[in-house]
């Protein structure tokens, strides 16, 4: 079945690079996404790098994705206390009932320290 | 805002009861998808309707049930709660069937089962 892993914990402060380490089993995804949940609210999607692709810039995130070891990273340079929050992986769900929908890591909660 | 909208925000019951939560997808988004986050489970994906016929099926108990209407707003129905039922239930939509179409996630409702 499929599987994403994430570590639960980040802690960076003001100003450093954050990266946020996530695993993926299906080695089928075509896309894989990242997702950011700031307190009481909804998933807001933050970026997505489709599986032919080694890395994607988008501001200050770049996500770097390994496919041969199937894991994908996130990188915010210049971490600000306003990204503080849970960073959810998430890829698309290929098998069974799951196919098309997706799958999420437990997420990183990322704190970033003035 | 993402354009997905979700009522209740909050909602507290007992156990054995049954209750309706509602979402209303994005102008435009003809798939509502059902997710569940709770803390030992993480975010799980729960149904997904596309133009009010059931397109996919996750992890959703037999208590639980789902439609979407002819203007296209969906329900998720919840009976004989338990305590573990507890989470926060979120409603995602996008335009087309879901492959490769973005999901926008709303502000989900916070299920509390005493």
């Known amino acids: 079945g499929e599987d994403v892993e994430q570590s639960l914990f980040l802690s960076v402060r003001e100003g450093d690079s954050s990266v946020i380490n996530c695993t993926y089993t299906?080695?089928?995804?075509?896309?894989l996404y990242w997702y950011k949940q700031e307190p009481g609210a909804g998933l807001q999607l933050l970026t997505y790098?489709?599986?032919?692709?080694d890395m994607k810039q988008d501001q200050r995130l770049t996500v770097l994705l390994n496919k041969k070891d199937k894991h994908l990273s996130l990188r915010i340079a210049d971490t600000q206390t306003g990204d503080s929050a849970i960073y959810f992986c998430?890829?698309?769900?290929?098998?069974?009932?799951?196919?098309?929908?997706?799958?999420f890591g437990k997420g990183t909660k990322l704190s970033v320290k003035p | 805002d993402s354009g997905v909208t979700q009522t209740p925000k909050h909602l507290i019951t007992a156990t054995g009861q049954r209750v309706t939560l509602r979402c209303s997808p994005r102008?435009?988004?003809?798939?509502v998808y059902w997710y569940q986050q709770s803390l030992d489970q993480g975010l799980q994906f729960l149904i997904q309707?596309?133009?009010?016929?059931?397109?996919a099926k996750g992890n959703i108990l037999e208590r639980f049930s789902a439609q979407q209407f002819p203007d296209l707003h969906s329900e998720l129905n919840l009976s004989s709660l338990e305590l573990g039922d507890s989470a926060l239930y979120f409603c995602?939509?996008?335009?087309?069937?879901?492959?490769?179409?973005?999901?926008?996630f709303g502000p989900g409702t916070r299920l509390t089962v005493t």
């Open positions: 309707y596309y133009n009010g016929e059931e397109r």
């Open positions: 299906d080695s089928s995804s075509t896309y």
């Open positions: 995602a939509s996008s335009v087309g069937p879901g492959e490769i179409d973005e999901q926008y």
């Open positions: 998430a890829e698309r769900g290929f098998y069974g009932g799951s196919q098309g929908n997706l799958i």
């Open positions: 790098i489709f599986s032919n692709m």
């Open positions: 102008s435009g988004d003809l798939s």
